[in-house]
């Protein structure tokens, strides 16, 4: 794996042991990764595919919506500068964790919405926030939240030329947005 477009840090371990990482599925991966990327404390993100059934998927294999992977984004940060809490708030307010199977005109299983844990305490937090924010949105008129909160399964890297995408197009389609209310 080539190194981070932007920051130049690897995007495959090893990481610097102080380091953790997250992994978040919110619609289309190009425009969840610059949301990540761009936070002081981030040091590294990477694009590519969880919880489904089939080994090693490429983006044409998920595309088909037969493998049961979403699209995903592998965040690598510096608890001491940014926390996971921090994280959560980016994820929930950046896009519509109320669509189900979608973001906006993205459809289908690898656009849903996923919150992929690292341990009890991940997930512990994760679930803490989706109440929390599930209050939010329904005091403003918004169904239901969708986002499924699982351990995180295998992590497979989408291929080179997905990884960082927006940052070399920068006029690269993202249709990620989030719903305005804030956490």
């Not at 595309?63 to 995903?72: I, Y």
């Amino acid at each position: 794996m080539p190194n981070h477009f932007v920051s130049n840090n690897p995007i495959s371990p090893p990481f610097p042991d102080h380091l953790q990482q997250a992994l978040f599925g919110l619609g289309c991966y190009w425009g969840a990764e610059r949301k990540f990327w761009q936070q002081t404390g981030v040091f590294s993100t990477a694009v590519g595919f969880t919880g489904g059934t089939l080994d090693k998927p490429t983006y044409k294999d998920v595309c088909t919506g037969e493998t049961g992977h979403n699209e995903v984004v592998l965040v690598i940060f510096d608890p001491s500068i940014i926390c996971y809490q921090q994280l959560l708030i980016i994820f929930w307010e950046s896009h519509n964790p109320t669509q189900g199977m979608r973001q906006g005109n993205d459809t289908g299983t690898q656009y849903r919405s996923g919150i992929y844990t690292f341990d009890e305490l991940q997930q512990q937090q994760a679930l803490k926030s989706k109440a929390h924010y599930q209050a939010k949105l329904t005091n403003s008129g918004f169904d239901l939240i969708t986002t499924e909160i699982l351990n995180a399964a295998t992590f497979y890297y989408a291929a080179d030329d997905h990884q960082q995408y927006l940052a070399k197009n920068p006029q690269g389609y993202c249709g990620l947005g989030g719903v305005g209310i804030k956490f």
